[in-house]
């Protein structure tokens, strides 16, 4: 029985396996699990990097990319060519993948598409039509590209790169040099009011079912320091960092009630932030003077 891959979010995606590093060596071996590799937009125009397996349609692995982090390359030491290995400019992790397609005619267009991808969200992939093409191979979710000539998508893309606004020369400092545990500790103690809007991020398991009583609140705060002094928080930190010098993250800034502007640079991203905070200050102090 076939399961549907995509919806009308997917952006791109080819049938590929899973692969799994054999435990203390450097040997990667194949599962033999037929998945696929799915790229979608979700609601905050976030990319998630999906594998699915193409049997049950489980979603077994969701990764959420920002743009320029991550890249898809081909392990050089793998003996049949086909084992890639997704990396990450902003950490160390790495996941593994082999292609299955049928046919290897396709493989570099399907990896030339992919990165291209990653690096810039709003590329509208070109494929080449050739070949026949299988519809859980490849697939562009655009209908936009219905009928259009390349040079038309070369002029789409020439639009978005000039309203996307590229990296701002105002960013001497980054996101990591702000949101550092120094800086944000004493926050936490100086407006402890601010604190029951963080924890709704932490993991639902250690969220009390009602308003937390004084020592529930003293362990979920210490949960939250623990947090911003992990490595996978300063990652993060790094990775949003990196998105907004792309200057493309104007649909997500949105989802966040913040002008598509922020979204084109760090210093504009935290002087938005700055102005919401002044206006929302602004609007409680008129509502105590009234």
């Known amino acids: 029985m076939s399961v549907p891959l995509t919806d009308s979010r997917t952006m791109m995606a080819f049938k ?10 450097n040997f990667v071996d194949a599962s033999p699990v037929k998945g696929a590799i799915v790229l979608s937009k979700d609601e905050s125009y976030l990319v998630h990097f999906m594998w699915k397996d193409r049997t049950t349609g489980e979603v077994a692995e969701d990764l959420i990319l920002f743009p320029g982090d991550a ?14 290995v997704l990396k990450f400019e902003s950490s160390d992790q790495k996941h593994f993948f082999w292609l299955q397609d049928s046919s290897t005619s ?8 992919l990165n291209r991808v990653l690096e810039d969200p709003e590329i509208i992939p070109v494929w080449d039509v050739s070949e026949p093409q299988a519809s859980t191979s490849a697939t562009a979710s655009s209908s936009t590209t219905a009928g259009a000539t390349p040079e038309q998508l070369a002029q789409i893309r020439a639009l978005v790169g000039s309203m996307t606004g590229g990296t701002s020369e105002e960013d001497q400092f980054s996101l990591t040099d702000v949101l550092t545990p120094q800086n944000l500790l004493p926050l936490f103690h100086s407006h402890p009011d601010l604190l029951p809007s963080l924890f709704p991020h932490l993991p639902s398991e250690f969220l009390p079912s009602s308003d937390p009583t004084p020592h529930q609140m003293a362990e979920l705060t210490e949960m939250l320091q623990r947090t911003i002094n992990s490595p996978p928080f300063r990652a993060s930190v790094a ?3 990196r998105a907004l010098r792309t200057g493309a993250l104007g649909g997500f800034v949105r989802s966040l009630g913040l002008p598509e502007s922020a979204g084109t640079g760090v210093g504009a991203f935290l002087a938005a932030i ?5 206006q929302e200050g602004g609007t409680e102090e008129q509502m105590d003077e009234d």
């Not at 899973?18 to 060596?25: E, K, L, M, N, Q």
């Not at 396709?106 to 598409?113: A, G, K, Q, T």
């Not at 700055?274 to 002044?278: N, W």
Request: aromatic content about 12%; proline content about 2%; overall charge positive.
């Open 239 to 241: 990775q949003l960092d």
């Open 71 to 84: 890249k898809f390359e081909k392990v050089s030491q793998s003996s049949w060519g086909r084992t890639y």
């Open 106 to 113: 396709r493989d570099e267009e399907f990896v030339r598409h």
């Open 274 to 278: 700055a102005e919401q905070a002044r």
């Open 16 to 25: 590929a396996g899973r692969a799994f590093r054999r435990p203390g060596t």
